[in-house]
């Protein structure tokens, strides 16, 4: 009989479960790392809620951080013991989508038509990485050592948070001294604003009502923050720019009333970047879309992965450009997943993000 491994596992919408699974076989290609330290995604908490369709049975969780405990027959250029992360999106390397530089699309093709979710398989479409073991295929192209100094905590964020959050800048086409605002400061938010800030931004506008998500945010290089609660958002931007709007908006929450405001504040030739995972349709206003005369871009991004992504993000942690300490807020082990899932699911206790170690 296979050996066990602990493994969280999604049951239904509105439970998921520490339960026990074998300890996955290793293919030619695949290999097999030993998670020391992983986390909740938003998107999980979709999961959870039925929000996000996925098999019943399936391992949760995209953000691993662990050791090598095993290499496919045919996996060169790394070594068991080794320290390493893992996108969430885990491009093949050899798709038609990885060689034509969309790695994110990776896998996204059937045969009845295009589906957007891509790279991503861990906790999607194979089992994740909230487990005592998780495996990663097409090692050679995404799994990434982790540089001699860094903790574990410093580049948990990387697999995710941080990749999707620079992102929203990157595919904004930020420029140095544009405007920016950012739509919402949870992980991916503060994440926008840190990259918004790396890519030259003279002037970035956060949009957060949660005080301690406001100061974070200001670390992060916000300029100022409004909190919609106590005034109307679009006003304030309009205001704070002298009606001229942001050159680039990115909305990280996923939602209709964000998703509109980040398209009220943009000029005339401004760019909408779009993070949030959105759970309903959307509804663009005629007014706010300038009947489709107004010269706007809408992007949306789906967190880049694979190896050399990871490596980039690891290099700007690592030489002090980047710091995601304070958004690790909680700790917990693996046995203690579902009170952290509760934790995170109710935003309870001014939590950001939380680390999980088997």
Same mark, same amino acid.
């Given at each position: 009989?296979?050996?066990?491994?602990?493994?969280?596992?999604? =049951?239904?919408?509105?439970?998921? /479960?520490?339960?026990?699974?074998?300890?996955?076989?290793?293919?030619?290609?695949?290999?097999?790392?030993?998670?020391?330290?992983?986390?909740?995604?938003?998107? @999980?908490?979709?999961?959870?809620?039925?929000?996000?369709?996925?098999?019943?049975?399936?391992?949760?969780?995209? #953000?691993?951080?662990? =050791?090598?405990?095993?290499?496919?027959?045919?996996?060169?250029?790394?070594? #068991?013991?080794?320290?390493?992360?893992?996108?969430?999106?885990?491009?093949?390397?050899?798709?038609?989508?990885?060689? @034509?530089?969309?790695?994110?699309?990776?896998?996204?093709?059937?045969?009845?038509?295009?589906?957007?979710?891509?790279?991503?398989?861990?906790?999607? %479409?194979?089992?994740?990485?909230?487990?005592?073991?998780?495996?990663?295929?097409?090692?050679?192209?995404?799994?990434?050592?982790?540089?001699?100094?860094?903790?574990? #905590?410093?580049?948990?964020?990387?697999?995710?948070?941080?990749?999707?959050?620079? *992102?929203?800048?990157? *595919?904004?086409?930020?420029?140095?001294?544009?405007?920016?605002?950012?739509?919402?400061?949870?992980?991916?938010?503060?994440?926008?604003?840190?990259?918004?800030?790396?890519?030259?931004?003279?002037?970035?506008?956060? =949009?957060?009502?949660?005080?301690?998500?406001?100061?974070?945010?200001?670390?992060?290089?916000? @300029?100022?923050?409004?909190?919609?609660?106590?005034?109307?958002?679009?006003?304030?931007?309009?205001?704070?720019?002298?009606?001229?709007?942001?050159?680039?908006?990115?909305?990280?929450?996923?939602?209709?009333?964000?998703?509109?405001?980040?398209?009220? /504040?943009?000029?005339?030739?401004?760019?909408?970047? *779009?993070?949030?995972?959105?759970?309903?349709?959307?509804?663009?206003?005629?007014?706010?879309?300038?009947?489709?005369?107004?010269?706007?871009?809408? /992007? %949306?991004?789906?967190?880049?992965?694979?190896?050399?992504?990871?490596?980039?993000?690891?290099?700007?942690?690592?030489?002090?450009?980047?710091?995601?300490?304070?958004? =690790? %807020?909680?700790?917990?082990?693996?046995?203690?997943?579902?009170?952290?899932?509760?934790?995170?699911?109710?935003?309870?206790?001014?939590?950001?993000?939380?680390?999980?170690?088997?």
């Amino acid at each position: 009989m296979a050996e066990k491994m602990r493994a969280t596992i999604f =049951v239904e919408p509105g439970r998921i /479960v520490l339960g026990e699974k074998p300890i996955p076989d290793v293919g030619p290609l695949d290999a097999l790392i030993r998670i020391t330290t992983t986390t909740i995604c938003g998107t @999980d908490i979709h999961i959870l809620k039925g929000e996000y369709p996925v098999q019943s049975g399936l391992t949760i969780g995209h #953000e691993p951080v662990g =050791v090598i405990e095993k290499l496919g027959s045919a996996v060169t250029g790394y070594e #068991e013991g080794q320290r390493v992360i893992a996108g969430a999106i885990t491009p093949s390397g050899t798709s038609n989508a990885s060689l @034509d530089g969309c790695h994110s699309q990776c896998g996204a093709g059937t045969k009845h038509g295009w589906k957007a979710m891509g790279g991503w398989r861990f906790g999607n %479409t194979i089992d994740g990485a909230q487990a005592d073991y998780l495996l990663v295929p097409d090692a050679m192209a995404n799994l990434a050592p982790i540089p001699e100094g860094l903790t574990d #905590e410093q580049v948990l964020m990387c697999p995710d948070i941080l990749s999707t959050g620079f *992102s929203g800048a990157q *595919s904004g086409k930020v420029r140095i001294g544009d405007t920016v605002a950012v739509f919402a400061q949870g992980p991916i938010g503060l994440c926008a604003t840190a990259g918004a800030r790396l890519m030259g931004a003279a002037r970035i506008i956060a =949009v957060e009502s949660v005080p301690a998500r406001a100061a974070i945010s200001r670390k992060m290089g916000a @300029d100022e923050v409004v909190d919609f609660t106590k005034e109307d958002p679009v006003a304030a931007i309009m205001k704070l720019t002298d009606g001229r709007g942001v050159d680039v908006s990115i909305e990280a929450l996923g939602k209709q009333q964000t998703f509109e405001w980040a398209l009220r /504040v943009l000029r005339p030739g401004g760019t909408l970047s *779009s993070l949030g995972v959105y759970s309903s349709d959307l509804t663009i206003p005629l007014d706010a879309f300038s009947a489709g005369l107004g010269d706007n871009r809408i /992007v %949306t991004t789906l967190c880049p992965g694979g190896k050399e992504r990871m490596r980039r993000l690891m290099a700007m942690v690592n030489g002090g450009r980047i710091d995601t300490a304070a958004l =690790v %807020t909680h700790h917990f082990s693996l046995d203690d997943i579902e009170t952290a899932y509760d934790l995170f699911g109710h935003q309870r206790d001014g939590v950001l993000k939380v680390a999980i170690k088997p």
